[in-house]
């Protein structure tokens, strides 16, 4: 099949990517000419373990390719595969200006029957309005499809050539069996159903997963005040099937481009149609407020922050990424300037996200080269993000370096420290034991 992805952004340039590997031929088209001209010279604009790898690969074999000409790249597709951004608009609607802005496009390039496929995270009823505007611009036959992706950052290669499913909505025989047939070499369970259907389970997905993690955040905070461990209640309640033992992590709460973006969305695509969704509004809420329980843990150890050096460690959201989108280190390193009116000496470690953060940082953060850098002379370590790196230091010798041996882990990611000189406070442990050494 010939498939044209537009939008060379997370979603798009994986997926496209990936079609490229499954033997499609695979023109990626995008306005950005930097990153179209990155991309020519084999350049990877996203960090993303393998990703490069196939690029080189499959452009080399001539099924991969990068153009801003999205004109001549809608005439040569069998498949036009659009995966533009969808930001929030500040009422937590999604905003749809560059997915209709495509579809115009489209509409305008269109030379015979091909079949248009949302690719991006779009409200459900996104397949009629472009299906509404292109028929708009032209005569020319057609059909609209959804194939969403759920991709995960940081394994969005693998989770696309090794996922549980593929879900293919479809209001047409033609499309439905062109798509199947485009799909079957990723050798993945389909699901075929309704357009409107797949619109609402990339929301509904999205949603329940951060669902997940706002719940075992509660009971995280909850286990902290009747001396519970949530790592053993994760444990318990997570070997019921039923329940299942992933996304059950606790700690400061999920960011990135999806979680906080798709569950404001399914909210106010309940809104539109007068439904209110009230359970994933306190999923919201929850979130919103779970990084400060950093803060407070710090004020608990500390009453007084003011002259303090706090090494904050971990800035992007997750591991294995660089994308600091809704990230809780920017939210806590903000908050702790606040509070104390700047008089704080911040102290950073990231393995690749620090020269990006620094667009969105206080002048005055303290960039270190290592975790060892980081903590040395600090009065108290932070772990904001469970890179690898971060978690297999030697934690009992790092805390001789700092100036009080004080532990805060957001993620739960370091086992108990042994010891007993080091104040480790984890999120929802058992074994908390605060020290106030001021
Ligand atoms: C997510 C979905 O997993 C993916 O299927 C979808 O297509 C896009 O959104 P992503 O945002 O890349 O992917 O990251 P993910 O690994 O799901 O983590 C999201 C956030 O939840 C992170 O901030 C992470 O730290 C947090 N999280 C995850 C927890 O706090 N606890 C957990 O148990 C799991």
């Not at 905070?221 to 070997?239: M, Q, T």
């Not at 790092?398 to 000189?421: F, Q």
Request: proline share 4%.
């Amino acid at each position: 099949m010939k498939i044209t992805m537009i939008g060379t952004g997370y979603v798009g340039l994986t997926s496209g990517v990936c079609y490229s590997e499954m033997g499609h031929t695979v023109i990626c088209a995008d306005i950005d000419e930097e990153k179209i001209d990155q991309l020519k010279s084999n350049e990877c604009p996203i960090y993303e373990p393998g990703l490069k790898e196939l690029i080189i690969k499959n452009s080399s074999k001539g099924n991969l390719s990068f153009t801003t000409d999205i004109d001549e790249a809608v005439k040569l597709a069998d498949i036009v595969m659009i995966a533009v951004g969808t930001p929030s608009l500040p009422d937590g609607s999604v905003d749809m200006f560059y997915v209709e802005e495509v579809a115009r496009k489209i509409g305008k390039s269109i030379n015979n029957y091909k079949i248009i496929v949302n690719k991006s995270t779009v409200p459900v009823g996104s397949a009629d309005k472009v299906r509404h505007i292109i028929q708009s611009c032209t005569n020319i036959p057609f059909d609209v499809a959804s194939v969403p992706e759920f991709l995960r950052e940081g394994s969005a290669v693998n989770d696309i050539l090794n996922g549980e499913r593929i879900v293919i909505g479809v209001d047409s025989e033609n499309a439905k069996d062109v798509l199947i047939n485009t799909h079957a070499p990723f050798n993945i369970p389909i699901q075929v159903t309704d357009i409107r259907s797949a619109e609402l389970i990339k929301y509904a997905a999205n949603s329940f997963l951060a669902m997940k993690i706002s719940f075992i955040n509660e009971i995280a905070n909850l286990a902290e005040k009747v001396g519970a461990d949530v790592l053993e209640v994760a444990k318990g309640i997570g070997s019921d099937s039923r329940i299942g033992n992933k996304f059950l992590n606790a700690g400061i709460g999920f960011g990135g481009a999806c979680f906080p973006k798709d569950t404001l969305g399914l909210i106010s695509i309940a809104e539109q149609v007068g439904h209110d969704f009230a359970i994933m509004k306190e999923v919201v809420e929850v979130n919103k407020k779970q990084f400060y329980k950093v803060i407070e843990k710090l004020q608990s150890v500390y009453p007084k922050l003011s002259g303090k050096t706090v090494s904050i460690l971990g800035l992007s959201f997750k591991p294995n990424t660089n994308d600091l989108r809704e990230a809780p280190s920017i939210k806590i390193i903000n908050e702790l300037y606040n509070i104390t009116n700047g008089h704080i000496h911040i102290k950073v470690y990231d393995p690749i996200s620090m020269e990006e953060a620094s667009n969105q940082l206080p002048s005055s953060v303290d960039y270190c080269h290592s975790v060892k850098d980081a903590v040395r002379d600090t009065d108290v370590a932070v772990i904001v993000t469970e890179w690898k790196e971060i978690i297999e230091q030697d934690w009992n010798s790092l805390a001789s370096l700092m100036k009080k041996p004080v532990i805060i882990d957001g993620r739960n990611c370091l086992g108990l420290m042994h010891d007993e000189s080091v104040t480790y406070l984890g999120i929802g442990r058992k074994k908390d034991k605060v020290k106030i050494v001021n």
